[in-house]
């Protein structure tokens, strides 16, 4: 398995305005430039499906495998026979108020050893800057 994770801490925001914008499919063009669209086949919740469509790329479909409200969420793109890339967003209260935002990246599967390496580093480069602009567009949410 390859893993990265990015942690920011935002003393001016709470979880539910970070929850909003995770919430509003939307938006995530706004925050993320490494996406060109998103839909999502239903509400944002465990279970629901969708595609999303990196810059330059094909569409490529996921399912939200976890949604916790305020705390965080889990989608997961599958590449059959190759990879599962598991993407987990985690949100927990600062004891003197704000929020700690996490964004993981695990690649898992039989071709993870191989592709992981290769792909890991291509997807995670922009995590610093988006969860950045997520952070700012969580304030507009205040």
């Not at 479909?61 to 793109?77: C, L, M, N, S």
């Amino acid at each position: 398995m390859w893993e990265f994770e990015h942690t920011i801490e935002a003393a001016d925001i709470t979880p539910a305005q970070v929850w909003a914008r995770y919430a509003d499919i939307a938006s995530w063009t706004e925050w993320d430039e490494g996406i060109e669209k998103v839909t999502l086949d239903g509400p944002f919740t465990t279970g629901s499906t969708g595609t999303m469509t990196p810059a330059g790329q094909d569409p490529l479909p996921f399912t939200i495998t976890e949604a916790v409200e305020g705390e965080g969420f889990t989608d997961e793109t599958v590449i059959p026979d190759a990879v599962t890339l598991r993407f987990i967003h985690r949100l927990a209260a600062l004891p003197g108020g704000g929020t700690k935002v996490t964004h993981r990246l695990e690649i898992d599967g039989p071709a993870a050893e191989q592709m992981g390496p290769e792909l890991g580093p291509q997807i995670t480069e922009d995590f610093p800057e988006a969860m950045q602009s997520l952070v700012q567009a969580a304030r507009k949410n205040g």
